[in-house]
């Protein structure tokens, strides 16, 4: 066990980021000390959710051999609804040789995952609620519980979304309610055939569903709903603000989603058996904090990390895991524990998909918020009138259809000058 309650580096929390942080720190044989406040690991934390194939192995390698996972992801599927219609969009391909991500359940997972932590040397105390950084003459020198003071050189943060750790020394404010999400999820069970008709997969593959619009539409929500072995996930995210300006709450919402015709076939007969909750950063890169100083640095959620426009948390996790864990053994090998040297872990950032994607997406979520109506209401409206055109067949003329149909795009704004050119050619066409 620890001597003298003293280690080289300690990790405060063991979801997806800590857990890499400190497989890559007892690789390097450096003597790691892993925190949780869980009694059982990973079983009060949520997600969707996928884990994805390249930053897992990264850290796992094949684990899909091993690991509790559900099933890998064949099936993209996007779910556009309006109050009863919708329309679908599916992609599908084969996992055979190049898997790209799969369901797990976190209770599982998490377990798992620690459990090949402490078979890589690290060491692991469940149960253990860090009540704040240990300071000592104005430096940060490990961690006070409730019960005892743990030391170490370096203190990685990884307490997830509301980090009160990264708050303590100023790095990070909390969210206001523009910049998260709230979201709820529940869990239903099928038997693993029944499951597998209604999704039309085989025992191994899986689909990963995203909603937009029905009961969510004009607000910044998305509904998500995901094939587990024997058991389906469904859930919401909502932002805050959302929430509070409709006076809705969130169970509400997840409740008349389920209820929609085009989403309840899927859940029908299935048995409840979890509700859940949580938060999700909103992941810009405007958000980020400084995420090293001396002693400390940040990682996973509790820096912010998400890339919501893909879905992506657990990836960005790991990998900013793994790159403070990298900065951490480069600092221990030179016995510099400073800020100065720290910063590396700011550089392997700006160097990898996190602060790039982070980059790339700066404008998606301003920009998704300003046209949320037409997104979530008009594009589903517009999506299933054009499919009912296509399927009616009555007494009225198709030209009178394709007119009306034409021209409530132009008049829905929703197409910007640059582009209609040809849908006014079109209309024009039409009139003759
Ligand atoms: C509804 C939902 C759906 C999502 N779907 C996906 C998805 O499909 N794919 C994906 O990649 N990501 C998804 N994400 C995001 C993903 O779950 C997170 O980005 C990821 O879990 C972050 O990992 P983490 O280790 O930073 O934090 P967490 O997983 O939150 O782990 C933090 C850990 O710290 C512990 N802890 C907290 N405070 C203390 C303390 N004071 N003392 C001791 N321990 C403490 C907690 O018990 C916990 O184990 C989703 C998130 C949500 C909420």
Redesign the pocket.
Known sequence: MVDNNKVEVII???????VSAAITLARAGKKVLI????NNT?E?????????AKQTAEIFPKFWETAPIERSITEHKIFMLTDYNSTEFNYRYSSKGSYKAFTVLRSKW?KWCIEQAQKEGAYYAPK???KELLIENGKIVGIQTPYEKFYSDIVII????NS??AKQIGLRKNYNDTNVTL?V?EVYKLPKQRLEDRFNIDSETGVAAKILGGPLKNMFAMGFMYTNKDSISI?I?VSLDELKKNKIKPYELLDDLKEHPSIAPYLKDAEFIEYSA???PEGSIDNIPKVYDNRVMI????AGF?NNIH???????MLSGKLAAETAIYALDKSDFSASTLSLYYKKLQDSIIVKDLKTHKNTIPFLKKNIKTITSLYPELACEFFEILSMADEKPKRAKYRKFVSKILKSGCITKSLPLGLFALEKCLKK
């Open positions: 405060v929390g063991a979801g997806p980021a800590g925190v949780d406040r869980a990973g009060k934390n949520m997600f969707g959710g996928c884990i994805y998490d253990t609620l860090v990884a307490d997830g979304v009160l750790l979201s999820k859930g995210g949580h938060l999700i990682i996973g959620d509790a998400v879905f992506e948390g657990t990836n960005l996790a």
